[in-house]
C-alpha cells in the first residue's frame, strides 16, 4: 500500500488545478462561495467550460469519447473542484441516464441524445418519484399505454429537481399490472414540450424552487423514446443506482465546507477569543474531521474495487449514509458557530449583486437556509432508512 | 409535590390553547408573518385583550400573573401556533421596567393593554450569548446622557416604539459592573433600526445609536447595577423560548406520528417499521425530558436555583429539541422539505430558539461553571 499520489497522479492534480485556476470564471466561483442563487444561465456556461476541456464526460468509458478516469482521479478531480467554488454538474444527464443509454439504450438514442446531453441541447431532470411512490419506488402508478406507433402516458411525477429548467425528462411508467409490481415498469423518455406536460412549483422550507411537480395528461411519446425493452425499466432504474458510485458520498463538497467552517471559527469571537479556540466547538469540528478522512479512505476503496469489477455491494449505501450525515453536521456547526446571526434571513440578498450591507457577518445570510435545505440528503436518492435496510439485508442475509 | 397546575393557570392556559386552535391556523400564522409589521397588530389587541400579555407580569406591575408557571403555559400555546406576535420582545422589556420609575412603570401598563411595543436592545454584533458584554456607551452629558454604539438581532426591533437600552455608563468588554439600562423612544435623533426577516418567519433588527440624547430619568433601576435586570430578564426569556420549543415539538410529533399512521409505502403504514417505531420513542421520550426540565425551571425561576435550572433547560432544548426538529422531517420523507406543509415550519423554530439565549454548548459551559464555584 502507498498512500502517496503516483507521479501520473500528481501531474493529474497539476493540471486540473490548473483548469480550475485559469477556466472557471471568476463570478462563478464567488456565486458558489458565497452561496448565491445560481440561473439557468449559470450552470449552463459551466457545463460547457467542463465540455470544452472534455472533463464533463471524462468519467464515460473510452468508447463513449470519455477518459475512463479511475477511482483517485475521480476524487481528485472532485475535491479540487469543490475546492475553486466551481458548481456541481447537473447530475441528471451527464451522470444517470447517460450510463442507461451507453447500456440499455438502442445506437439511435445513444448517438440522438448523448452528444446533445455534452453539448447543453437538452436539460434532462429525473421523473421517478411519484405522491404515492417515494421510498416504494415499484408501485409506481403513472401509466403508458401503447397506441400504434406512440405511448400516451398519464399521471404525476413529483419533486422533479430543477425540472423547470429541463426540456426533456427520463420517466419510470407503468407498461403492466401483471405480475410483480416491478416487472411492469418500463423507462421512457420525454421531450417536456409535448402538450399535455406541465409544470408546477413545490416551494421548499426554506423558501428556494428547486423541485416541481410534472403532471402527464394524454401525452404522446413515440413508441421509439422507450428504452431497452418494455418492462424491463425496473432493472434499468436499479442499473443507474448503483451503477453511479461515485460523488455519493460528497468528499470534495464536505473537504470544501470544513475549510468554510474553519475560516468562519477564526472570524467569530467567543469571550474575546477565536471560536476555533473554544474546547467545545473543537471538540466537535475535529471529531467530523475524523469521520471526514475515515471516508474519503472509503470512498476511494469502493471506487476503486468498482473499477476492477467488484459486483455492487453494502458500501455503496455505507457511502450514502455516512456521506449525507456526516455533510449535515458540517451544517450543523456552521450554523451553531453564527451564534444568533444564524437567525437573520435576507431572501434578496441571494442574488449576486445584492450590494446593501450584510447583516451580521457577510457569510452569515446562507448558512441556517443551507442547514435546512441539506435535510434533503438523507431523504433523496434512497432515503437513509431504505439505504441501512440495503446494508442490513445484504451483509446479514437474515 | 403536586404537578397539577392550579385553577386559574389552567383556565389560561386553555384559553391561550383556544384561540391558537381556532383562530391562529397556520395560514394565518403566515399571513401575519408576511405582513409588513411581521405580525397582526389586530391580533396583538385580541391577544392583550384576553390577558395573554397581563399574564406575564405580577400583580405589582400591572398585570396578574408573572410566576415562571404563567410564562410557562403561555409561551407553551404560542409555541403550538408559531405565534409570531411580539410577546418574547415584550416580555424581556417588560420585564426590566419592573425595575422603573413610576414613568417607566406607566409605559408598562399601556403594554399590557397592547398599545405600546417595547424591544430589548441588548446584544451586540460581536457579543454572541454573554449577557455581559456591552460595548454601547452612555457618556454623563447636560443633566442627561448620550448613548452610542450597535445593538444585534433586537427581537421585534422594527416595530417596537420604546427600546430598553443596555449601554456602560463605566467598565469595559465583560466587566459585570457598569451596565446600564435606558428606556429609550425608537424614534428619536440618532435611533437607527433596520429590520429584517429571520430564517423561521420572525422578525429582527440591527439598531444603531448615534448621539443618542436620554434625560436622567430614562435610566431604568440604578446607574451600573443593569446586569442582574438582564439577567433576570434573560431567564424569563429563556423560560418562554423554551416553554415554546416545548409546545412546537408537541405539534411536530403529533404531525409525525398522524403521518406515520396514515402514509403507506410498500402497503402498510410506515409507523409499521421499527426503524421508525423506535426513534419515535425516542422523541416522545424526550419530549417527556424537556417538560420536566420546563417544571423545573418555572418551579425555581424566583429562587437559588434559577440559573442551573435554566441553564439545564435550554441545554435539552437545544440537544434534544435538535435532534427531534431533525427526524420529524426525516421520518415524514420529501413532504415535511416543502413550504405547503406544516412540520418543516415546526423545525425551524425548534432549531432557531437554539440561537436565542445561548445555545446548547453555552449552557452546558454555564452549568459547569455553576458546579465548580458550588
Ligand atoms: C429535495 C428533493 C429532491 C428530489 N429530487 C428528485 C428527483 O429529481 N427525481 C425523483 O424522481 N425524485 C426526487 N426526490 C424524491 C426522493 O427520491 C423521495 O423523497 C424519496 O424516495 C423518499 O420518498 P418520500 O419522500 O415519498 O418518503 P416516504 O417513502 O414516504 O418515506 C417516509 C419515511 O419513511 C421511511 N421509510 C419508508 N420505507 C421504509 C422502510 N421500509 N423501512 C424503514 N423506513 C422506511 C423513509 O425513510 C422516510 O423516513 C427528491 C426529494 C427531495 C426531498
Redesign the pocket.
Known amino acids: 500500500m502507498d498512500l502517496n499520489y503516483t507521479v501520473d497522479e500528481q501531474d493529474f492534480q497539476s493540471e486540473v488545478h490548473g483548469f480550475f485556476k485559469t477556466k472557471l470564471p471568476n463570478d462563478l466561483s464567488r456565486k458558489v462561495k458565497e452561496k448565491k442563487r445560481l440561473s439557468k444561465e449559470d450552470m449552463e456556461t459551466w457545463h460547457a467550460i467542463l465540455n470544452e476541456a472534455g472533463y464533463l464526460n471524462a468519467h464515460w468509458p473510452v468508447e463513449f469519447g470519455g477518459k475512463g478516469w479511475n477511482a483517485i482521479q475521480r476524487d481528485i478531480f472532485d475535491v479540487e473542484s469543490s475546492a475553486a467554488g466551481a458548481p456541481r454538474v447537473v447530475p441528471?444527464g451527464v451522470n444517470m441516464l447517460s450510463p442507461v443509454l451507453m447500456a440499455f439504450g438502442s445506437k439511435e438514442q445513444q448517438q440522438h441524445y448523448l452528444p446533445r446531453i455534452l453539448d447543453g441541447t437538452d436539460w434532462w431532470?429525473?421523473?421517478?418519484?411519484e405522491p404515492g411512490?417515494?421510498?416504494?419506488?415499484a408501485s409506481l402508478k403513472m401509466s403508458a399505454v401503447r397506441d400504434s406507433d406512440h405511448y400516451v402516458l398519464n399521471g404525476q411525477?413529483t419533486?422533479?429537481?430543477l425540472g423547470q429548467h429541463a426540456n426533456m425528462i427520463f420517466c419510470l411508467v407503468r407498461t403492466s399490472k401483471e405480475g410483480k409490481p416491478q416487472e411492469g415498469i418500463s423507462f421512457i423518455l420525454v421531450d417536456m414540450d409535448t402538450p399535455g406536460v406541465e409544470v408546477r412549483p413545490i416551494i421548499?422550507l426554506e423558501g428556494t424552487h428547486?423541485?416541481n411537480e410534472v403532471w402527464f395528461t394524454d401525452v404522446r411519446v413515440p413508441a421509439e423514446n422507450l428504452v431497452g425493452e418494455e418492462n424491463k425499466g425496473w432493472t434499468y432504474a436499479k442499473y443507474l443506482l448503483v451503477h453511479e458510485r461515485s460523488g455519493i458520498a460528497g468528499v470534495g463538497d464536505a473537504l470544501a465546507s470544513i475549510e468554510h467552517l474553519k475560516h468562519i471559527a477564526q472570524d467569530q469571537k467567543k469571550d474575546g477569543k477565536p471560536l476555533a479556540d473554544d474546547p467545545m466547538f473543537a471538540a466537535r469540528l475535529s471529531e467530523i474531521e475524523i469521520d471526514l478522512s475515515a471516508m474519503r479512505t472509503t470512498n476511494m476503496r469502493v471506487m476503486q474495487q468498482a473499477a476492477e469489477g467488484a459486483p455492487p455491494g453494502p458500501e455503496v449505501s455505507m457511502l450514502k449514509v455516512k456521506g449525507t450525515v456526516l455533510r449535515q453536521s458540517i451544517n450543523d456547526l456552521t450554523r451553531r458557530a453564527l451564534g444568533p446571526y444564524a437567525m437573520p434571513f435576507v431572501s434578496e440578498a441571494l442574488d449576486f449583486g445584492y450590494n446593501e450591507k450584510p447583516i451580521g457577518p457577510d457569510y452569515a445570510n446562507p448558512m441556517s437556509m443551507d442547514y435546512f435545505n441539506h435535510r434533503?440528503t438523507s431523504?433523496?436518492?434512497?432515503?437513509?432508512?431504505?439505504q441501512r435496510?440495503i446494508i442490513s439485508k445484504m451483509m446479514m442475509g437474515l | 409535590m403536586d404537578f397539577n397546575h392550579t385553577e386559574e393557570r389552567q383556565m389560561l392556559a386553555d384559553m391561550a390553547g383556544r384561540f391558537v386552535r381556532e383562530q391562529y391556523e397556520i395560514e394565518t400564522r403566515h399571513k401575519n408573518a408576511e405582513s409588513d409589521d411581521g405580525f397582526s397588530r389586530e391580533t396583538w389587541g385580541q391577544l392583550a385583550e384576553l390577558g395573554l400579555i397581563g399574564a406575564l407580569f405580577s400583580e405589582d406591575a400591572g398585570g396578574f400573573g408573572g410566576a415562571g408557571f404563567d410564562v410557562a403555559v403561555v409561551f407553551e400555546q404560542f409555541g403550538r401556533g408559531l405565534v409570531v406576535e411580539p410577546f418574547l420582545a415584550n416580555l424581556l422589556a417588560g420585564t426590566a421596567l419592573t425595575d422603573g420609575n413610576e414613568s417607566q412603570k406607566t409605559i408598562l401598563e399601556s403594554v399590557i393593554t397592547g398599545e405600546t411595543l417595547l424591544a430589548f436592545a441588548h446584544g451586540e454584533p460581536s457579543g454572541r450569548y454573554y449577557a455581559s458584554h456591552v460595548e454601547t456607551s452612555a457618556k454623563a452629558a447636560d443633566g442627561g446622557y448620550v448613548l452610542n454604539g450597535n445593538k444585534g438581532v433586537v427581537i421585534s426591533g422594527d416595530t417596537a416604539d420604546h427600546l430598553v437600552v443596555s449601554a456602560r455608563t463605566s467598565g469595559a468588554g465583560d466587566d459585570k459592573d457598569g451596565i446600564s439600562l435606558f428606556l429609550v423612544p425608537a424614534n428619536v435623533d440618532g435611533v437607527h433600526v433596520r429590520g429584517y426577516p429571520t430564517i423561521d418567519g420572525y422578525r429582527a433588527a440591527e439598531i444603531a445609536l448615534k448621539d443618542v440624547k436620554v434625560s436622567a430619568d430614562a435610566l431604568i433601576g440604578a446607574e451600573g447595577r443593569g446586569l442582574s435586570i438582564i439577567e433576570t430578564a434573560h431567564a424569563r426569556g429563556t423560560l418562554a423560548v423554551s416553554a415554546e420549543a416545548l409546545g412546537a415539538i408537541e405539534v411536530a410529533i403529533d404531525l409525525t406520528l398522524e403521518y406515520l399512521k396514515t402514509?403507506k409505502?410498500?402497503g402498510v403504514p410506515?409507523g409499521k417499521?421499527q426503524?421508525?417505531q423506535h426513534r419515535m420513542a425516542d422523541m416522545m421520550t424526550e419530549r417527556e425530558q424537556i417538560r420536566s426540565a420546563l417544571i423545573n425551571a418555572a418551579g425555581s425561576l424566583d429562587s437559588d436555583e434559577r440559573d442551573w435550572n435554566i441553564s439545564a433547560l435550554k441545554n435539552l432544548v437545544g440537544r434534544s429539541g435538535r435532534k427531534i426538529a431533525e427526524e420529524v422531517i426525516?421520518?415524514?420523507?420529501?413532504?415535511a422539505?416543502t413550504w405547503e406543509y406544516a412540520a418543516g415550519h415546526y423545525s425551524k423554530r425548534i432549531i432557531m430558539i437554539d440561537h436565542m439565549f445561548g445555545d446548547e454548548d453555552h449552557h452546558l459551559e454555564q452549568i459547569i461553571k455553576i458546579g465548580k464555584a458550588a
Open positions: 441528471f431532470c429525473q421523473g421517478y418519484s411512490s417515494g421510498s416504494d419506488l411525477k419533486w422533479t429537481t421548499m428547486e423541485v434533503k431523504i433523496y436518492g434512497g432515503s437513509n432508512e431504505i435496510n | 402514509r409505502q410498500f410506515i417499521f426503524a421508525l426525516q421520518m415524514h420523507g420529501g413532504i422539505m
